[in-house]
Nanobody, 121 residues
Framework: QVQLVESGGGLVQPGGSLRLSCAAS????????IGWFRQAPGKEREGVSC????????YYADSVKGRFSISRDRGKNTVYLELNSLKPEDTAVYYC??????????????WGQGTQVTVSS
């Protein structure tokens, strides 16, 4: 059974950092493109970042470019999203997703439950 579980969210002050984890079970995460999305209250879901499987290319939304970093840990079957220089507008529930394809943008057939990130002083 394909399953994704996010963790690592929390409350952080502006300018702070967090590392989100997306742990996979039921499949080898390294073979597929994995995306991170976020949804803030009252706003549409936004694609944040993606890492492909074939060439491990990475992609970022303009709103997070230079501040967020996506990476894989093959041994832990986990994808990470490092959030730096956080702003209040980064506040949202963050989700990872995959469609079990190899290229970005990722499919959206499988989703985790989400992890809340709140940026506030």
């Amino acid at each position: 059974q394909v399953q994704l579980v996010e963790s690592g969210g929390g409350l952080v002050q502006p300018g702070g950092s967090l590392r989100l984890s997306c742990a996979a079970s039921g499949f080898t995460l390294d073979y597929y493109a994995i995306g991170w999305f976020r949804q803030a209250p009252g706003k549409e879901r936004e694609g944040v970042s993606c890492i492909s499987s074939i060439d491990t290319r990475v992609y970022y939304a303009d709103s997070v470019k230079g501040r967020f970093s996506i990476s894989r840990d093959r041994g832990k079957n986990t994808v990470y999203l490092e959030l730096n220089s956080l702003k209040p507008e980064d506040t949202a529930v963050y989700y990872c997703a995959t469609g079990l394809g190899s290229s970005c943008p990722p499919g959206e057939d499988y989703w985790g439950q989400g992890t809340q990130v709140t940026v506030s002083s």
